[in-house]
């Protein structure tokens, strides 16, 4: 398990470091810092992954999350460290 994380953890930082510098990321980001609340869309829009890989950090216990009828929602608070 720890192995996955560490593979979560190196696939997310390099992302968000190809990221950093493009601009439609950085509007993305914005979107999402105003925002406050994310949903599954928001975060794939930010890691540039599937929605199974989001379901797949879910069920791993690294996202924190809130089920709401149905949709999951994520705390920008708790986002934000992943994409420092």
Avoid: H
Wanted: aromatic letters at 10%; hydrophobic letters at 35%; one cysteine or more.
């Amino acid at each position: 398990m720890n192995a996955d994380i560490i593979f979560l953890l190196k696939k997310i930082l390099s992302v968000v470091t190809e990221n950093k510098n493009n601009e439609e990321y950085q509007k993305t980001l914005l979107r999402c810092r105003d925002k406050g609340v994310l949903d599954t869309a928001d975060l794939i829009a930010l890691f540039k992954n599937s929605e199974r890989t989001i379901e797949r950090w879910r069920n791993t216990g690294y996202l924190k999350y809130k089920k709401i009828d149905g949709r999951c929602y994520y705390k920008w608070a708790d986002i934000m460290p992943m994409l420092d």
